[in-house]
């Protein structure tokens, strides 16, 4: 009989002592491991501040340095593309943050030795580390010296919480711009995230001013607090987050609101979201539980999704069985995507298809993936929805693709890592069209012109 996840007896009057040497050893371990992952954190920086450099030297690996037209700032940016490509899709990391692991690795192995040498000893961690490289790349090069110093010293004795707070008041002793000057920089980078969460919620983040982000929280909270005394029974955080959604939704989406045109532009308030949700018709009709599929999150409760069929005209309704006399080739008749067919490979994708890629089909470009001048056809099983930074990656570096008939890509990189990326729907079962055929001229999209914004 295995007894080995039950305690031994122990003395009464050994017990407390034993008890609390096995303890403080667990906890020495544990601060003795968290020291280690900082050394292995300082590791991995110094091994990427190397592939920069190994990449650079030998850009002829990545990207076609022979293109015409391209030029050498060209061949290094796409140099570096390739390499955090290369790197996230063999480490099953994303890009964006491989691209802030490369920068970080350079400023630590270039600019900021001593904390990449205190990261290597354990002294401090990889959050304090990052911390710190934020506050001194905003610094001129000759004072980030004296910010390390003074820095490092506070940072081995706090907690990242802790070390955030003396860090910016380090940074502010020596920043040469008013707040003013930054903050008027720092604006121009405002912009709404979204977030998925579980259970059929996700998070709307938005970064803007402190006052407006401030004023529309103050605003809501103040609106939810008056609505509770009249006797609302919801709880104030419901109301507040009631009130910003109703705000948001009618000023986006207004009664009457007219359609743009290229003469008139729509104000910020008239701009019409276009969401898919993908229904299974059992669904639908109410005689079935499996869930529907919102576009750019994923699985949403049934109920949710017959409501957004039957009362939300901006959600385009879509069923999952394929329509009658929907184009899916054009074969080599034409280089334009008609609209339906560029909704089908939207539908059928979901997502960017680069390994990775979150970014929703909807803001791509649509790609032939044999191109076109090659004999590439302008069909379902030779289109994919690929971000304009994949799409550029994949035409001017040496990172390759192939598409089988069911939707499956299969990419290479430029160092010969293979990778598979699947369709969300197979192409026999994508459902296209909204009602109408639209194969005229009007209704189509150049390729090059195909990215959407979100709203």
């Keep these: 009989m295995d007894n080995t996840n039950e305690r031994p007896d122990e003395p009464e009057d050994a017990a407390p002592g034993r008890a609390a040497d096995m303890l403080s050893f667990m906890i020495d371990g544990i601060a003795s491991q968290y020291a280690l992952l900082a050394t292995v954190h300082a590791r991995v920086a ?7 450099a190994a990449a650079s030297r030998n850009e002829h690996l990545l ?6 037209g391209t030029s050498a700032q060209q061949i290094t940016e796409l140099t570096r593309r390739a390499l955090v490509a290369e790197i996230a899709t063999a480490a099953r990391l994303s890009e964006r943050m491989v691209s802030s692991m490369l920068d970080e690795s350079q400023s630590l192995a270039n600019e900021l030795p001593d904390t990449l040498g205190a990261l290597r000893d354990g002294a401090i961690g990889y959050q304090h580390a990052r911390q710190l490289i934020d506050q001194a790349s905003t610094l001129e090069p000759h004072d980030r010296k004296a910010f ?13 919480p802790q070390f955030r707070q003396s860090a910016r008041k380090i940074r502010e002793r020596m920043y040469p711009e008013t707040l003013e000057e930054r903050r008027t920089r720092a604006e121009k980078d405002r912009r709404v995230e979204f977030i998925p969460g579980n259970d059929g919620m996700a998070w709307l983040s938005l970064y803007s001013t402190a006052a407006t982000t401030l004023g529309i929280v103050t605003a809501a909270h103040e609106t939810a607090q008056r609505l509770k005394s009249s006797g609302d029974d919801r709880t104030q955080r419901q109301i507040a987050a009631d009130v910003v959604v109703d705000a948001v939704m009618s000023g986006l989406v207004p009664p009457g609101a007219e359609e743009p045109t290229r003469e008139a532009p729509a104000p910020l308030a008239a701009v019409r ?6 229904v299974p018709v059992l669904t639908l009709l109410g ?3 499996e869930p529907a599929e919102l576009e750019g999150y994923g699985p949403i409760d049934p109920s949710m999704a017959r409501e957004l069929a039957a009362h939300a005209p901006s959600f385009i309704r879509i069923l999952t069985r394929a329509e009658n ?11 334009a995507v008609p609209a339906d067919l560029r909704r089908a490979v ?7 298809r680069f390994p990775g890629c979150n970014r929703r089909a909807s803001e791509c470009e649509i790609d032939h993936t044999k191109d076109w001048q090659f ?3 302008t069909s379902i099983q030779n289109l994919a929805s690929v971000c304009r930074p994949h799409h550029r990656l994949k035409h001017m570096t040496r990172w390759s693709v192939e598409q089988g008939e069911d939707g499956a890509m299969t990419w290479t990189s430029p160092l010969g890592g293979r990778y598979v990326t699947r369709a969300a729907m197979t192409a026999r079962a994508v459902p296209v069209g909204d009602g109408g055929e639209r194969t005229d001229d009007a209704a189509e999209t150049p390729v090059e012109d195909a990215g959407r914004a979100p709203f």
């Design 273 to 278: 979201p276009t969401v898919h949700v993908t």
């Design 46 to 52: 110094s091994m990427m501040n190397m592939a920069v």
């Design 325 to 335: 006399g929907a184009v899916l080739s054009v074969g080599r008749d034409r280089y």
């Design 287 to 289: 005689r079935s539980s």
């Design 63 to 68: 990207v076609h340095t022979d293109s015409p």
């Design 375 to 377: 004999g590439g056809e």
């Design 148 to 160: 390390e110093d003074a820095a490092l010293r506070a940072a081995k004795s706090s907690t990242p």
């Design 346 to 352: 939207e539908i059928r994708d979901e997502i960017c």
